[in-house]
């Protein structure tokens, strides 16, 4: 069993003001009737003791302080009386509906409107006199106004518990939507600075492992040529970025992203980092309109080329890779594929993460991604990845 709850101090208090003062009135012979069948005047400090010791109850058991504080008022009634003792229990029937149950909240009021009612006609038809309606009144003031004021009062601490909770979940909600919008945008910023700065990156890498390993004069000077272009173009690529970070990327102009129009360039640098692996890179564009399209698609697009070519440069064996671009209707298809199998010369270690970007990208615009080994029709294996993005107004931001 669960140890009784201790009275709230307040209680303690109300409790102790209210046996103090009735004990000051009967010390005054401040009695409220006369003629009663105990008319000793100490008999009225039992009551007062027994409303006393309720108001202890009135927060923890609200419902039992009332039931005993209403047999202390009918005793009350058989002695002279105590004014301290009927202000208590109108106090009682005050936190019965405050604090009690919902339940008692809403049937409380109903009684005591019933009990005024009836004592009000009960006396009328005794007395026979209109003065019959004070007594209906006094019954009103003790026990209908203190639960109709419990009622309000409750109400009140309803209303304000309902919109602090609903001012919490809305703080929650706003605190979930600002994570997840750092969140995206931080993958947002991933993808770019991975996308941007690991082609360069992965041809330095390349290149200044041959320069180490190769002792040729000519080979270590085109080497270091490489290394130069893709430390300039990657460092160029960075102040672009870190101007976004700090302006936004709602000050920057549209032409400050890479779009389809600068494959040819792409593809040359490609040709360039990636002459002495081996490769051969071809843009096989068979677009009837190669037109703007919208800017996010534009964007992904050129972004799952190059780091497609990328990849390549890392692992592909020494053959063609081939960049197509096709659209059909309101869809573009961006296909890059590279010899599959063992190279020669250093390789540059990859991580998995421009996989994850490329798949990101798509999924964002509601395309369709897949990379993956594929048979090509003269028997060899071919490494290929493949991205539809839809072109449609309706279909980018999705």
Not at 18 to 44: E, I, K, S, T, Y
Not at 98 to 116: D, E, H, K, M, W
Not at 255 to 268: C, F, K, N, Q, V
Not at 286 to 311: C, F, H, K, M
Request: glycine share 10%; net charge negative.
């Amino acid at each position: 069993m669960f140890p009784p709850a201790r009275p709230h101090r307040h209680d303690v208090l109300i409790a102790v003001i209210g046996l103090l003062g009735g004990a000051v009135l009967a010390l005054l012979g401040l009695h409220m009737q006369n003629g009663r069948l105990f008319d000793a005047p100490w008999l009225a400090l039992v009551p007062l003791t027994v409303m006393s010791g309720a108001e202890l109850l009135r927060r923890s058991a609200p419902q039992t302080a009332l039931v005993i504080g209403t047999l202390a008022l009918v005793a009350d009634q058989f002695t002279p009386g105590n004014l301290a003792t009927v202000l208590m229990f109108t106090d009682l029937m005050y936190a019965a509906v405050l604090y009690g149950t919902p339940a008692a909240a809403r049937r409380i009021p109903v009684v005591t409107f019933l009990i005024t009612v009836a004592v009000t006609i009960g006396f009328l038809a005794w007395f026979r006199d209109a003065e019959a309606l004070l007594v209906g009144i006094v019954t009103g003031l003790v026990s209908f106004v203190p639960a109709l004021t419990g009622v309000s009062v409750r109400n009140h601490r309803d209303a304000a518990e309902t919109a602090r909770l609903r001012a919490d979940q809305t703080a929650l909600l706003a605190e979930m939507d600002r994570t997840q919008a750092v969140t995206a945008e931080r993958a947002r910023m991933a993808r770019e600075l991975h996308d941007m700065v690991a082609n360069h990156l992965s041809a330095i890498a390349i290149h200044s492992t041959a320069a180490l390993s190769i002792d040729d004069p000519a080979t270590s000077r085109d080497a270091l040529g490489v290394i130069r272009e893709n430390s300039v173009d990657g460092l160029a690529e960075m102040r672009r970025l870190i101007g976004l970070l700090r302006t936004g990327a709602a000050d920057l102009e549209p032409s400050s992203s890479p779009t389809l129009g600068s494959l040819d360039a792409l593809i040359e640098q490609h040709r360039t980092n990636a002459a002495s692996s081996g490769l051969v890179c071809a843009l096989d564009d068979t677009r009837t309109d190669p037109g703007r399209l919208p800017a996010p698609v534009e964007l992904a697009a050129y972004r799952i080329v190059q780091e497609s070519l990328t990849n390549a440069l890392k692992h592909a064996a020494p053959g063609p890779v081939t960049v197509r671009l096709e659209q059909t209707g309101e869809q573009l298809t961006v296909e890059v594929g590279s010899v599959l199998g063992d190279r020669p010369g250093p390789r540059a270690p990859g991580s998995g993460a421009g996989l994850i970007g490329m798949r990101e990208r798509v999924a964002l615009l509601g395309g369709e991604f897949e990379a993956g080994p594929v048979s090509t029709g003269d028997g060899s294996r071919s490494w290929q990845v493949r991205a539809q993005l839809p072109v449609g107004e309706g279909s980018v931001g999705r």
